[in-house]
């Protein structure tokens, strides 16, 4: 069983850019999760997905947004990127979320230079 | 809103000790807890989880407390090898949010 997929590997940004990161979930899972982890820091819930529509987002500005695809894929976009966006971006899923956890990606290092 | 502490922020112990790291929750209505597994430059793996009506789990030589009253849950990990080597996260759930918050994650180091 293939796991969840992410591309690309890393991604290189001019401040002002727009980047867009892509996640694939297990086969069968349905909602996508991603996090932030900056340098150092712990994971911050960005964005949930299901079904196609935005469950709940975290403390985020707007310019961080997204979209699922009906074969559940899901796509991370960050317009007017910041030098402190600099980070990785994980993307999960989940079968049963409270039950088994999430299986995440390797995640997508957004580097903004 | 929930909010999740970690303690230690770094850990080193020498191979065959044992290692313990504690968190702390906020919310009552948090009722299930994974524990991740960070190893350098890789995904975080999922090791342990507990839920609240369970007090206490164990696989292998990993282990999981959860004090409900209290609020808090431990990673007991006996007989460390070099290979535990890793940054260890604890999260909590957010029910009605379907995400964790997790802790600021715990660097352990098993010296050999």
């Known amino acids: 069983e293939a796991g969840v997929t992410q591309s690309p590997t890393h991604l290189i940004k001019t401040r002002g850019q727009q980047a867009t990161l892509r996640c694939s979930p297990i086969?069968?899972?349905?909602?996508v999760y991603w996090y932030q982890q900056a340098l150092g820091l712990g994971l911050q819930f960005l964005l949930w997905?299901?079904?196609?529509?935005?469950?709940n987002r975290g403390n985020f500005p707007p310019r961080f947004s997204g979209r699922q695809f009906p074969n559940y894929s899901s796509e991370l976009n960050v317009n007017a990127l910041e030098l402190e966006d600099s980070a990785l971006y994980l993307c999960?899923?989940?079968?049963?979320?409270?039950?088994?956890?999430?299986?995440f990606g390797s995640g997508t290092r957004l580097t903004v230079v | 809103g929930e909010n999740v502490e970690q303690h230690p922020s770094t850990l080193s112990v020498q191979e065959g000790d044992s290692a313990v790291i504690k968190c702390t929750y906020s919310?009552?209505?948090?009722?299930?807890f994974p524990w991740y597994k960070q190893e350098l430059g890789k995904r975080p793996q999922l090791i342990i989880d507990?839920?609240?009506?369970?007090g206490e789990k164990k696989d292998q030589r990993i282990a999981v407390t959860l004090n409900k009253t209290a609020k808090h849950f431990s990673l007991h990990i006996t007989e460390t090898q070099p290979e535990d080597s890793a940054v260890y996260f604890c999260?909590?759930?957010?029910?009605?949010?379907?995400?964790?918050?997790f802790g600021p994650g715990t660097r352990l180091s098993v010296l050999p």
């Open positions: 999960a899923s989940s079968l049963d979320w409270d039950s088994y956890g999430y299986t």
């Open positions: 086969s069968g899972h349905t909602s």
């Open positions: 997905y299901d079904e196609g529509e935005e469950r």
């Open positions: 919310d009552s209505a948090s009722n299930y």
């Open positions: 507990i839920r609240s009506n369970v």
């Open positions: 999260a909590a759930s957010i029910p009605n949010g379907q995400n964790f918050v």
